[in-house]
């Protein structure tokens, strides 16, 4: 986030005739560690994926994709990104990244997660 072209947080004042500028994340740019929005992918990544995408965690372990299914458990690590088609799951506090994947087809849904979140 930049304002008056300067990096800056949410705590930053804002006055009339600022110019406030957010981009997405970008992994080439070096933004300090203390100004960004939300911390880094884990890397490599590491998923939690509903029970209800069965098909999709057996996917992403033939890749070897660190995978676990996720059964609304409380001690699952919060470096993993959750992947579910349920709205409400992703939008609870204690989930960091979620994505909830577009198609119902295990082969797409695959392609979507590759593509977005590796």
């Given at each position: 986030m930049l304002s008056n072209g300067e990096l800056a947080q949410f705590?930053?004042?804002?006055?009339d005739k600022d110019r406030i500028a957010v981009f997405p994340h970008f992994y080439q740019v070096g933004v300090p560690q203390n100004l960004r929005?939300?911390?880094p992918l884990p890397v490599p990544?590491?998923?939690?994926?509903?029970e209800l995408l069965g098909k999709l965690i057996r996917?992403?372990?033939i890749l070897g994709i660190d995978t676990i299914e996720d059964k609304r458990q409380k001690?699952?690590?919060k470096e993993r990104i959750i992947i579910?088609?349920?709205r409400q799951r992703?939008?609870?506090k204690r989930v960091v990244f979620g994505y909830w994947p577009r198609s119902e087809k295990a082969e797409?849904?695959?392609a979507e997660v590759v593509n977005n979140l590796t």
């Open positions: 705590t930053t004042h804002v006055y929005l939300k911390p990544p590491c998923f939690a994926v509903g996917f992403l372990r001690d699952f690590d579910s088609r349920n992703l939008k609870e797409i849904q695959l």
